[in-house]
């Protein structure tokens, strides 16, 4: 039972464009939810998070949403770079919980020059 | 200070073999979270510490997992009789709090033969 999906195993924008990475998930007790990003033979690096008493968080480049109705977080990243090519992984923790995350499965992404 | 540190970073056992693996969280994290991630998946909850307690170990696959956190810094992770169905990226993580970002270490790499 995967309780965070990321549909999409990958996504290819030109390098300046908006990337969008989407996550959906099933668990109504998730409050508090968060995106990383992976390098090989790295461990996930921490990027945005959101708490479910907001619909929007931005830091840089980088703006999450939070859809609670339709159970949908989105990772917008604007403009994108180079740099930005990594596997991307959403993930949440739900209220009354020990703080454990669920992680979606993962989109990689490449942001072509 | 510095980030989440884990060692070693690569582990070969023979199957059958007792292994160690080793984190150091981030200076005053009292939460250590331990996942196991294997390839081309999302990292999946093994266990919780908040100090020294192990508040949940739920995730653990089976009673040949255990981990502890005596002083409530550093944590161990052991496996005793390897399998190779155990073979894959053990992550560790610390955080402040339940709704702060959990930031992880690079992982320890484990391929059982």
């Known amino acids: 039972d995967q309780q965070v999906k990321q549909n999409s195993p990958s996504l290819s924008v030109q390098e300046g464009r908006i990337s969008i990475l989407n996550c959906d998930y099933t668990?109504?007790?998730?409050?508090?939810f968060l995106w990383y990003k992976k390098y090989p033979a790295e461990g996930p690096t921490f990027l945005i998070s959101?708490?479910?008493?907001?619909d929007k968080n931005e830091d840089g480049r980088f703006t999450v949403f939070l859809n609670k109705s339709a159970k949908h977080l989105s990772l917008h990243i604007v403009p994108s770079q180079p740099g930005d090519s990594a596997v991307y992984f959403c993930?949440?923790?739900?209220?009354?919980?020990?703080?454990?995350?669920?992680f979606g499965q993962g989109t990689t992404l490449q942001v072509k020059p | 200070g510095a980030g989440v540190s884990q060692s070693p970073r690569y582990k070969v056992a023979k199957r059958g073999q007792d292994v160690a693996l080793r984190c150091d969280p981030i200076?005053?994290?009292?939460?250590l979270f331990w996942y196991q991630q294997a390839l081309g998946q999302g990292p999946e909850f093994l266990t919780y510490?908040?100090?020294?307690?192990?508040?949940?170990k739920s995730g653990l696959p089976s009673d040949r997992f255990f981990a502890e956190r005596p002083e409530g810094s550093v944590s161990t992770l052991k496996i005793q009789r390897t399998q190779q169905e155990d073979s894959a990226v053990y992550l560790c993580?610390?955080?402040?709090?339940?709704?702060?970002?959990?930031?992880f270490g690079p992982g320890t790499r484990l391929t059982v033969l």
């Open positions: 993580a610390s955080s402040l709090a339940r709704t702060t970002p959990q930031f």
């Open positions: 668990n109504s007790m998730f409050d508090y």
């Open positions: 959101i708490s479910s008493i907001k």
């Open positions: 993930a949440a923790s739900a209220f009354g919980n020990t703080g454990k995350l669920i």
């Open positions: 200076s005053g994290h009292v939460s």
């Open positions: 510490f908040q100090n020294e307690a192990q508040l949940d």
